[in-house]
Nanobody
């Protein structure tokens, strides 16, 4: 069974918007932490936004004020609304889950990963 499945990637122009979705298996959706990470070519994977089970949300400084993470409990889905995109946002975006607290943006803390969805941004 697929535990995390991302969708919604694609191409956007600089200044544009995209919405990513990540649907989790029911068990995975009960994880303490669900979030979005990204990896650009030649760069390390980095945390983008986290939604903790207690409702606490965290963002990387680079996306603060432009990206919004949200969740739909009825659909076992989290979303990432990305606005004011710039070419530096182009990357493979991954959804990830961590069962234990605390919720961080630290990649090694996460033990369940989706396959990723590609986001490209043209200038």
């Amino acid at each position: 069974q697929v535990q995390l499945a991302e969708s919604g990637g694609g191409s956007a122009q600089a200044g544009g918007s995209l919405r990513l979705s990540c649907t989790a298996s029911p068990y995975t959706f009960t994880s303490s932490c669900l979030g979005w990470f990204r990896q650009a070519p030649g760069k390390e994977r980095e945390g983008v936004a986290i939604y903790a089970a207690n409702g606490v949300i965290s963002y990387a400084n680079s996306v603060m004020g432009r990206f919004t993470i949200s969740r739909d409990i009825a659909k076992n889905t989290i979303y990432l609304d990305m606005n004011s995109l710039n070419p530096e946002d182009a990357a493979m975006y991954y959804c990830a889950a961590r069962r234990n607290w605390p919720c961080t943006l630290h990649v090694p803390d996460y033990d369940v990963w989706g396959q990723g969805t590609q986001v490209t941004v043209s200038s």
